[in-house]
């Protein structure tokens, strides 16, 4: 099971930690994904297991946003900066059960449900 949270309502320019805390240990790839209202579901960014310090990270994020873990923890962070309006949507936490990395929502198995971060102008 995993939960996100830390999500919240701020101005451009402000900054988010986003947080995912995992049920249990995970061994896989974990990854961060956001669905705007009326959008599909997007790519943020994905590390190859939780503690990993290689990350792959959309190109609409990069230099904004940054993805660390806690293996002791089992929680993935999701550390926004510098957010925009068009940041604003529901971040969802996921993961998949090896060390892959993709970018495609369709390979990850296990999904939180969401904590909404909106981004006025």
């Known amino acids: 099971q995993l939960v996100e949270s830390g999500g919240g309502l701020l101005q451009a320019g402000n900054s988010l930690k986003l947080t995912c805390t995992a049920s249990?240990?995970?061994?896989?790839?974990m990854g961060w994904f956001r669905q705007a209202p009326e959008k599909g579901r997007e790519f943020v960014g994905a590390v190859p297991w939780i503690s990993s310090q290689s990350t792959l990270l959309a190109n609409s994020v990069k230099g904004r946003f940054t993805i660390s873990g806690d293996n002791a923890k089992n929680m993935l962070y999701l550390e926004m900066h510098n957010l925009e309006p068009e940041d604003t949507a529901v971040y969802y936490c996921?993961?998949?059960?090896?060390?892959?990395?993709?970018?495609?929502?369709?390979?990850?198995?296990?999904w939180g449900k969401g904590t909404l971060v909106t981004v006025s102008s």
């Open positions: 249990e240990r995970t061994r896989g790839a």
């Open positions: 996921a993961a998949r059960p090896d060390a892959k990395l993709s970018t495609s929502s369709d390979d990850y198995i296990y």
